[in-house]
DNA sequence: AAATTCTCCTGAAGGC
DNA sequence: TGCCTTCAGGAGAATT
């Protein structure tokens, strides 16, 4: 599930083999999307040059003359680099072709988003109110503790609201908070300025680093060039329920908050 | 304003 | 083997 280092991992690995390139063809499979994506698309980006693929939270921005290609990847969404006229397999929804290059996503669950803005994409909508992004010097645990005074939500949700910080979806908001010794469910409000600033740090690291694995595939998300991600067998409580604890032994525990499952070792977590 | 619930979708996993 | 049910999850929308 793209959070992300995954993002980030498709746009490293897209952006060399497309960025200068200007569209030949553009091929709608499947426009039933998270919203439909404008038929319009063909017309609009006919011999249009891409100037830059960048990211903002986990949203892919293809910067191009006159617009901006606003692309999410959803739950299962993927971006792969291709030859063109490979042959479409099932869930293989939107082709943008450059001329002997073809830039193909396909997203099995349909959780993504493909939107075309002429505006700055930095104030669309869907990403005006955004939270700092991990990786940036605006984000640190003193703007953690200032938004969170006063609040009683779990920090674990708190920690993945976009509106708070961007980027950070279940897994690594699991794998930060063992990393502090923050227990998911404590209330935001009730966490002390030092502990904030080392939850800021270790989303940081853990970001960083799950970077520089390609990111973590579980069962969809693949690089642009087809390998999977390898952070996977890094992670340290996601997904191991039952498992000692590689701090204290103790087994990782875990439950549902906010909807979304969590797992921590409740005896490094407070 | 803040918090919670609902919703979209498919494939994997489990039960029988 | 096969059919049915349950569940996961990003994040906007709707509701409380």
Redesign the pocket.
Known sequence: ???LPEVETTRRGIAPLIEGRSVSAVVIRES?L?WPVPGTLPKRLARRKLRKVERR???LLLRFTHGTLIL?L???GSLRVLPPNTPPS??DHIDLVFGDRCLRLRD????GAVLWTEEDPLQH??LRSLGPEPLSSDFHGEHLYRLSR?????VK??L?D?HVV??V???YANEALFQAGIHPARA??RISRKRYDRLAEAVKEILRSAIDQGGTTL?DFRQADGNPGYFARELKVY?REGQPCPHCGNSIHQR?I????SYYCPRCQR
């Open positions: 599930m793209p959070e039933r998270r939270a986990k949203y999410h959803g739950m299962s099932k869930h099995p669950r349909r959780f909508p869907l006063g609040r009683r939500i779990a949700s708190f993945m976009g961007v980027g979806g279940n897994i935001c409000g069962q997904g549902t906010g909807q979304r499952s």
